[in-house]
């Protein structure tokens, strides 16, 4: 890993068609400590890459609308505009998650809106159940989380197991919808159709709609790239 710099123009901001109420998705220094405790030091007790995150509050029932809960997204909708869906290999991502979110409802992890592809809306499911998650839930609460992998396949500690669905008529054809969800070898084999090469319009992290969920995602794994949330930017480091 080398040390993150931030190059070039900074695409990363809250995606305001895909926002909901008056969530919060900001760019903050922390969360530290762990397990509750003050004063807690170690690995688990700081971000995973420097000192600051991507910081997420949504609410439950603050609108009128059905469901009426919030919803954020926060990602870039520039620099992976129609690179191929199918050349993705790694996605994932470090979360702060809390007891409180469990005991609010929300036993996983925040969600992220892989991409779009030219043929449908293509995201990994939100929370709460554990089916619904992009990832495995969390493996641990008050402190950082390791990377929850979301196309891994296996049932490790902490890996996460990445389920995906496509949505419309593509998650109808190709069965891997909101009833059945697919992994992402899976996934990636029934885009691969011979049809035309899906493409990326936007690849994002957000929260909702459902439990009031506050925590924060660091470390957004995509490919060979790690993007570190800093207080001031999104920088990016080299994954080895």
């Keep these: ?9 900074d695409h990363w901001c809250v995606i305001t068609r895909n926002t909901i109420g008056s969530p919060v998705a900001a760019l903050r220094n922390g969360p530290f400590g762990s397990f509750g405790s003050f004063g807690s030091t170690g690995h688990s007790a700081k971000p995973p890459y420097g000192t600051g995150s991507l910081g997420i509050e949504v609410a439950d029932s603050s609108t009128s609308l059905a469901p009426p809960s919030e919803k954020v997204d926060f990602g870039n909708e520039v620099d992976f505009y129609v690179d191929p869906v199918l050349g993705l290999n790694q996605v994932g991502f470090h979360v702060f998650q809390t007891g409180e979110n469990v005991t609010h409802g929300g ?8 991409s779009r592809s030219t043929r449908t809306s293509l995201r990994p499911p939100p929370p709460p159940t554990p089916r619904r998650c992009e990832c495995r839930p969390s493996p641990v609460t008050d402190q950082w989380s390791p990377c929850l992998d979301a196309t891994a396949t296996g049932t490790g500690t902490g890996t996460g197991t990445g389920k995906w669905f496509l949505t419309g008529n593509a998650g109808t054809m190709t069965g891997c919808n909101q009833t059945t ?9 029934a885009l691969n159709d011979g049809g035309p090469a899906p493409t990326i319009y936007t690849a994002a992290v957000g929260k909702g709609r459902d439990k009031v969920w506050i925590g ?10 790690i993007y570190d949330f800093e207080a001031d930017g999104v920088r990016t480091r080299r994954a080895n």
């Design 181 to 189: 969800l697919c992994t992402f070898p899976q996934l990636k084999t």
């Design 216 to 225: 924060a995602v660091d470390g957004r794994r995509i490919n060979r790239t």
């Design 1 to 9: 890993m080398t040390n993150g710099n931030q190059g070039g123009p």
């Design 107 to 114: 036993r996983g992890t925040c969600r992220t809106s892989g």
